[in-house]
């Protein structure tokens, strides 16, 4: 399928204008976003399967790139990864919100492909920005620097919430103490979510 494209994109790449971009963007997005996203729903401004990556932009083009409850679903990983690095510029970041292994509703929702740990963004890092366990990161030659790593604790019965909330603060306090929790602790107290911001190492 042919990219869509509802909006003059050449035209706002040519602007002074940051490009933001928020990929599956499903039926809300933040104003100033451009919101892509497969399906052809009333706020989507670029209909595209990113599965194809993100041909209709050029290379370091793009400010920031914003995804929550995306790449859960992606099947070539890797390939977007590569499709993030390509088309931000220099210093430009990408948010991301992506579910930990051990969030228990993970495995519910058959359309869920893959999970994500501490670690899984450090195969694209160089190994002396990486946390102190090292991941090989000889796969691919893409490469990142993470900017932060948190992990989102929270429930959809409210009254644990604020119990989920100081667990955050607790194993967010340092990198070696999310090491610690992931390693022991991940499946007696489960985290929901990871936040991960990270820019090209261009």
């Not at 990929?23 to 990113?50: F, P, W, Y």
């Not at 102190?132 to 490469?143: A, G, L, S």
């Amino acid at each position: 399928m042919a990219p869509l494209i509802k909006i003059d994109l050449e035209q706002m790449i040519n602007s002074d204008k940051p490009i933001i971009l928020e990929l599956g963007c499903g039926k809300t997005k933040e104003d100033g976003r451009i919101g892509i996203d497969k399906l052809d729903l009333s706020n989507v401004d670029i209909v595209a399967d990113i599965e194809n990556g993100l041909p209709f932009l050029p290379d370091n083009s793009v400010d920031e790139i914003h995804s929550k409850s995306l790449f859960e679903h992606i099947d070539n990983f890797e390939n977007l990864m590569k499709e993030i690095v390509r088309v931000l510029k220099k210093g430009g970041k990408a948010c991301l919100f992506v579910p930990h292994f051990s969030n228990p509703y993970y495995y519910s929702d058959y359309t869920h492909k893959r999970f994500f740990g501490l670690y899984t963004f450090h195969y694209f890092v160089e190994e002396k920005y990486q946390l102190t366990r090292k991941v090989p990161n000889f796969y691919t030659d893409i490469r990142i620097k993470i900017i932060s790593q948190r992990l989102i604790f929270f429930s959809p019965f409210k009254s644990r919430n604020l119990f989920k909330k100081l667990l955050g603060l607790l194993f967010n306090l340092r990198s070696s103490i999310q090491e610690f929790y992931e390693e022991n602790l991940c499946y007696i107290f489960p985290c929901y979510y990871m936040e991960i911001v990270f820019t090209p190492d261009k």
